[in-house]
Structures are given as C-alpha cells and as structure tokens.
C-alpha cells in the first residue's frame, strides 16, 4: 500500500478502534457462552422433572440423545452423558432462571462439569464458581485449587495486617494471602534445604504464580541489597499488579521461630525505602514454613512494625498429606 500523508491522531484513533473490537468480540462470546449454558440448564431442567415424576429411564434417555444428534449433527453437546451432566446441573442449581445473573453461567461448560464431578456441596460450589469468573481460572486451575481445598485456605494466613494498614487496604491484603500453601507440583527431596525448595519454586515459576494467586508477577530470586558495605539478599520478590504492591517471600524449612519476623521485616523495610514509588501500596512481607504454632506466630506478629503474613507450606494435597501416619503413630509403631 502507497504510504499516505496520515492525520496527527491516526496512531490513537487506531488503537481505540482495535480495542472496541477486541471487547465486542469478547462480549459476543461471553454471550454466547451465557445463551449456551441457559439451555444446557433448561434441557436439564425438562430432563429432571421427567425422571423425577415419570418413567424416564436410561433407554429414553438415550433415545433422546441420538434423536437429538440426529436432528442437530452440527452439535456435540448433546451425547448420554452430557444429558446426564445437564440434568445435574439443573439439580445442583435450581431455580436459577434467568441463570444468567448468576456466576456459574459466565463459566465455559466444562469448568461446570468439573463443579459437578468434584464438589458436592452447594455453598462450595458456588464459592468455586465465583472465584473462577473472578480470578479467571482455567479449567486445570479450577481443578488444582478444588484437590487443595482451596475454599479453606484463601486468605487464611495469620498476619497483622489489620493493624498497620488501613481498614480497606489491610482487607485487600489480607486476601492475597493462604494458609498452608501447596506446592505439591514440585519435585524436591526430604530433607531438603531452603535454596533447593527456591529453585524449584523459581524453576516451575507458572505453577507458583499460579499457587500465589492471580495478580502475582515474579521480580526476582536472591535479589540483592547493599546496605553502607553489608550484603543482603532477598528470598523471592513479587509485584502484585492488581494491587500495585511488593509481596517479599521468605522460606524456611522447618518450625516457625520467632526471629524470622525480625528478619523479613528488614527485607521489607529495604523494599519500602528502595523500590517502593508514590503509587505503589504498602510492601507487605510472606513467612512460609514447613510448620508453625499458631499461638507464638501470633505474639511474634504483634511485636512487629511490618505488615507480615505467615503460613506453612505443604509438597502434598491435604487429601494425601492427611492419609499420611502422623508423628505420634510413627513412634507408637516402633514401640
């Protein structure tokens, strides 16, 4: 194409089409979506009512999905098992019309399914059906966070938070934190040592981004600081950017100890004083180790000037950790 004299405000007017378009397409297909999930709700709707009150067993309802597939072969929704999962769906949210207002019709079928499959109780599944429209999950997200029982660890994590930030900001940094978190996506020998637990962290950075929580972006590992000659080094730092915030992480293996609160509010106050700008929130500060006592990780917190979270790490889902033979067992076996 023969370069043109263009106007001054062409490169801006442009750029404002490609996002109107971009959003139209994102709002087609959110609709389209919605409109699918309002009739996979309606057929199970017909579908529960019939074998509730009438004679609708498995060969009718085979019957209908290949008259169904046969009137539309264009569609492959419509198979005896999808009938079966529209028919739970109908069942585990009634009274939902118009779903539409409601979160679980912005989800992708297949993220229903899972819902079905894996979470038996309503509030849960609503608790999960929010958070995946909210935080965007894929469906292997959505899958990992039900295994770790999420509904049960997001923002759990002792902290101060209440009483060195503001109300508002210590509730949306109270949200970002878990209580244990579950690394069970890493391969790391017992006995490991806290540099071989950051590797792994680092080296699998997605599926630890993804286990932070939506919003966390990686800034480095050992990041250093010079302080008037004297060398410090930082765990893990992160930049939540939805909340415009530094998140400095702190491992250790083994017990809470106290003096880990002084130390990582140091690394804190390094952030606040050297990366921090005047739009950036308030530098909050993570512990995670292998285990802790509640009531001194509390005291420990109330003697600190920083705002800090702290909470134990798990290599294993809580279902596999909890068939694990405890402590107490094992000796009561060598007895």
Same mark, same amino acid.
């Given at each position: 194409?023969?370069?043109?004299?263009?106007?001054?405000?062409?490169?801006?007017?442009?750029?404002?089409?490609?996002?109107?378009?971009?959003?139209?397409?994102?709002?087609?297909?959110?609709?389209?979506?919605?409109?699918?999930?309002?009739?996979?709700?309606?057929?199970?709707?017909?579908?529960?009512?019939?074998?509730?009150?009438?004679?609708?067993?498995?060969?009718?309802?085979?019957?209908?999905?290949?008259?169904?597939?046969?009137?539309?072969?264009?569609?492959?929704?419509?198979?005896?098992?999808?009938?079966?999962?529209?028919?739970?769906?109908?069942?585990?949210?009634?009274?939902?019309?118009?779903?539409?207002?409601?979160?679980?019709?912005?989800?992708?079928?297949?993220?229903?399914?899972?819902? !079905? %499959?894996?979470? @038996?109780?309503? &509030? +849960? =599944? *609503?608790?999960?059906? #929010?958070?995946?429209?909210?935080?965007?999950? /894929?469906?292997?997200?959505?899958?990992?966070?039900?295994?770790?029982?999420?509904?049960?660890?997001?923002?759990?994590?002792?902290?101060?938070?209440?009483?060195?930030?503001?109300?508002?900001?210590?509730?949306?940094?109270?949200?970002?934190?878990?209580?244990?978190?579950?690394?069970?996506? !890493? %391969?790391?020998? @017992?006995?490991? &040592? +806290? =540099? *071989?637990?950051?590797? #792994?962290?680092?080296?699998?950075?997605?599926? /630890?981004?993804?286990?932070?929580?939506?919003?966390?972006?990686?800034?480095?590992?050992?990041?250093?600081?010079?302080?008037?000659?004297?060398?410090?080094?930082?765990?893990?730092?992160?930049?939540?950017?939805?909340?415009?915030?530094?998140?400095?992480?702190?491992?250790?293996?083994?017990?809470?100890?106290?003096?880990?609160?002084?130390?990582?509010?140091?690394?804190?106050?390094?952030?606040?004083?050297?990366?921090?700008?005047?739009?950036?929130?308030?530098?909050?500060?993570?512990?995670?180790?292998?285990?802790?006592?509640?009531?001194?990780?509390?005291?420990?917190?109330?003697?600190?000037?920083?705002?800090?979270?702290?909470?134990?790490?798990?290599?294993?889902?809580?279902?596999?950790?909890?068939?694990?033979?405890?402590?107490?067992?094992?000796?009561?076996?060598?007895?």
């Amino acid at each position: 194409m023969t370069d043109l004299a263009l106007p001054e405000d062409y490169a801006t007017v442009l750029a404002g089409l490609k996002q109107r378009v971009r959003e139209a397409r994102f709002r087609a297909q959110r609709q389209v979506n919605t409109e699918l999930i309002r009739l996979n709700w309606q057929i199970g709707q017909v579908l529960a009512e019939r074998t509730d009150h009438a004679q609708w067993g498995d060969k009718s309802m085979q019957r209908l999905s290949a008259d169904l597939r046969s009137e539309f072969p264009g569609s492959r929704g419509f198979s005896p098992r999808n009938l079966l999962y529209m028919r739970a769906f109908a069942r585990a949210w009634p009274g939902l019309d118009p779903i539409a207002q409601h979160a679980v019709a912005q989800l992708p079928w297949g993220h229903i399914t899972v819902l !079905l %499959d894996k979470v @038996p109780d309503s &509030a +849960e =599944r *609503d608790w999960y059906a #929010a958070q995946a429209v909210s935080h965007g999950w /894929t469906r292997a997200s959505l899958e990992h966070h039900i295994k770790t029982l999420a509904h049960q660890r997001f923002g759990t994590a002792p902290t101060n938070f209440d009483r060195l930030l503001e109300s508002g900001a210590s509730d949306l940094a109270q949200q970002i934190t878990k209580d244990p978190y579950v690394f069970d996506f !890493l %391969d790391v020998e @017992p006995g490991h &040592a +806290e =540099r *071989d637990l950051e590797r #792994a962290l680092v080296e699998r950075i997605i599926e /630890t981004l993804g286990e932070l929580g939506s919003g966390f972006s990686f800034v480095g590992r050992q990041v250093p600081f010079e302080v008037d000659g004297d060398d410090f080094f930082l765990d893990l730092l992160f930049f939540h950017v939805e909340q415009l915030r530094y998140v400095v992480v702190e491992l250790k293996v083994g017990k809470f100890k106290p003096e880990y609160v002084g130390q990582l509010g140091f690394y804190v106050e390094l952030v606040e004083d050297r990366l921090r700008r005047d739009a950036h929130a308030a530098t909050v500060g993570l512990l995670l180790c292998t285990d802790k006592n509640d009531r001194v990780v509390r005291y420990a917190l109330a003697g600190s000037n920083q705002p800090i979270a702290i909470a134990s790490y798990d290599l294993l889902p809580p279902a596999e950790q909890a068939a694990l033979p405890s402590e107490a067992d094992l000796q009561r076996a060598l007895e």
